[in-house]
């Protein structure tokens, strides 16, 4: 049974930095795409970032530059670092993982992947 837990939310002050990380388990495949998504109230679920298991990654357009994802061990721990916070990044937080050869074609879009974790709040005051 596949279970993402994430980890590491908060609350920081506008301009502050968090490091997210996503624990993987019962992912029994080589090949995988693992990305973090967001949810404000009221919004719909976006994605953040993503890595395959090559190591490509990628990032939505409002937090290129501030964010890095990055995985240990291959799929067993998947980090988000973001820096320069902005009020807007607050959210809901959630890891999440497919079995795919790669992120392009289903990231940025949620209903295309397959396990979740129950995510991790980050709030960000201005």
């Known amino acids: 049974q596949v279970q993402l837990v994430e980890s590491g939310g908060g609350s920081v002050q506008s301009g502050g930095s968090l490091r997210l990380s996503c624990a993987v388990s019962?992912?029994?495949?080589?090949?995988?795409?693992i990305a973090w998504f967001r949810q404000a109230p009221g919004e719909e679920r976006e994605g953040v970032a993503a890595i395959d298991s090559r190591g490509n990654t990628t990032y939505a357009d409002s937090v290129k530059g501030r964010v890095t994802i990055s995985q240990v061990n291959a799929k067993n721990t998947v980090y988000l670092e973001m820096n320069s916070l902005k009020p807007e990044d607050t959210a809901m937080y959630y890891c999440?993982?497919?079995?795919?050869?790669?992120?392009?074609?289903?990231?940025?879009?949620?209903?295309?992947?397959?396990?979740w974790g129950q995510g991790t709040q980050v709030t960000v005051s201005s």
């Open positions: 019962g992912y029994t495949y080589s090949y995988y795409c």
């Open positions: 999440s993982a497919n079995r795919l050869w790669t992120c392009s074609g289903s990231f940025p879009h949620p209903g295309r992947f397959s396990y």
